[in-house]
């Protein structure tokens, strides 16, 4: 099972002081995160995509490909790749680049964002959001398969004999997450090219986050790609931590109230007890963490919101310390109990590159059965 921690890249005032970070020290965190988390042993570094303020982070691969340059084991992925208004030869590219220069440490994940101007600015309706994300999605999942492709559809330009450049590394695509919060399709799209289905249900109850597993497993099962345990699940958590429980809700009360997201709504008590975030001390987090896999199963990835709302970079760097020396090494002794053997672990480059040349293989096998 992989951990790790994804960032949304809000530049936020700190409620504590007033100061707003400039967008470059804020760039600057952002990477520094990145960092630590290796450092903690962490396993998974993942960047939102975002074009308006109060975010930064709106050029993902440029961001992880400085970060590629500065880690050696993380892997790096996307909270959120736009599939609905990015052109799919461009993320197709882009990502396949990103590949070669992180020696394949490298995935991504699907989805729609929460911003509903961003689809006029770059020339899209967002009623046709949905329809966007299926047929952008189809023609990816081809360029990174096929070396020359022929193509037409609804949204795009046609494509004549196209090949882009450069192929993925290996001849194997990244691995490819589609996150949403409310969307049965796009868990019936994960389902139907077997790829992972990420649930980022920081703000959904577990009886909503349940009824949305369990729905890509079971369509996961019925386009023929394993069991419904074998689905490929991530989820998503939101964790501040201190020793002492009441100085953790103390010191995150105010960055709470203000949040951008979710501020001056439910209070911090309702909001712990009707959604993954858990403020308190470790073994609290530990224990909320692990109460995940009673509604969505075995699953495979688990990442961790840590840096918003205007938290200052050296307490995030403090929660890195106690996230990954106290609470990751506890989590991966406990999933790992009573865990069946035929639940796969996250895919990575390696396990993939593997699969297809044992694929290759067999296909081999079979042909010379054949003859």
Known sequence: MQFGIFSVGDVTPDPTTGRTPTERERIKAMVAIALKAEEVGLDVFAT?????????????????????????RLVLSTSTTLITTNDPVKIAEDF?????????????MMGRGNTGPVYPWFGKDIRQGINLAIENYALLHRLWREDVVDW??????????????????????????????????????????????????????ADHTKRMVELYRSR?????????????????????MRKNSQDAVREFRPYFDNAPVYGHGPSLEDF?????LTVGSPQQVIDKTLSFREYAGDYQRQLFLMDHAGLPLKTVLEQLDLLGEEVVP??????????????????????????????????GSQEVSAV
């Open 220 to 240: 996961y099962a019925h386009y023929g790609h394993g069991t419904p345990e074998q689905a490929i699940v991530g989820l998503g958590g939101q964790v501040f």
């Open 272 to 276: 712990t007890d009707q959604t993954p």
């Open 96 to 108: 396949a680049m990103l590949q070669h220069l992180a020696d394949g440490r490298v995935d991504l």
């Open 330 to 363: 506890v989590l991966r002794q406990e999933f790992a109990k009573g865990r069946p053997a035929d639940v796969p672990d996250a895919p990575t480059h390696a396990s993939l590159l593997a699969a297809a040349r044992g694929s290759q293989k067999a296909e």
């Open 48 to 72: 939102g995509e975002h074009h308006n303020p109060p975010f930064v982070p709106s050029s993902p691969t440029t961001m992880l490909g400085y970060i590629a340059a500065r880690t050696e």
């Open 152 to 205: 037409e559809g609804k949204f795009r330009t046609p494509l004549q004999s196209f090949t882009s450049t450069p192929r993925p590394l290996d001849g194997v695509a990244p691995f490819v997450w589609h996150g949403s919060i409310r969307s049965p399709e796009i868990a019936e799209q994960a389902a139907y090219y077997g790829d992972g289905f990420f649930h980022n249900n920081i703000f959904w109850p």
